[in-house]
């Protein structure tokens, strides 16, 4: 995963450096990034494996609440990489919360935090029912 993280960070030097007014670059670095993230997820889906291999209820419960979060965190990161690509490519407009002199949530973007918040409150069911068991 360094090795990774290393690379993605010299694609993006090399690239960034060679057009520095290039904002398409970035079309090119998402899907760059969602492989390596990709890869995260699948490695923690691996270990939520062997942990629940463990056989006490206790272990399995939490191995259940680790994978519903890595399934929950794909799909929050396909929602922001798709966002972000969209904004990229030319999908322009912001929703001004706090009025037109505060901070823009960009209209592409909107689903994911939708679901960032869902994700926060799912969690926190969850886990005040793992507490009453």
């Known amino acids: 995963m360094i090795g990774g993280l290393l690379g993605i960070v010299a694609f993006t030097v090399i690239g960034g450096l ?4 290039n904002q398409d670059f970035v079309l090119y670095l998402i899907p760059v ?7 995260i997820f699948a490695l923690q889906w691996r270990a ?3 942990e629940a ?10 191995a259940d609440l680790t994978r519903w979060n890595i399934k ?17 490519a030319g999908a322009r407009g912001a929703l001004y919360p706090l009025g037109e002199s505060g901070p823009g949530v960009p209209y ?3 689903p994911a935090v939708a679901l960032a918040f869902y ?8 886990l005040r029912e793992l507490d009453r068991d």
């Open 33 to 39: 990034i969602a492989f390596w993230v990709a890869g």
């Open 53 to 62: 291999g463990n056989g006490s209820p206790a272990a399995r419960m939490g």
């Open 108 to 110: 592409v973007l909107v």
């Open 18 to 21: 060679s057009d520095p007014t």
């Open 119 to 126: 994700g926060a409150a799912r969690t926190i069911n969850l």
């Open 72 to 88: 929950f965190g794909a799909v929050l990161c396909v929602a922001i990489f798709a966002g972000v690509f969209a904004f990229y």
């Open 48 to 50: 939520t494996r062997r």
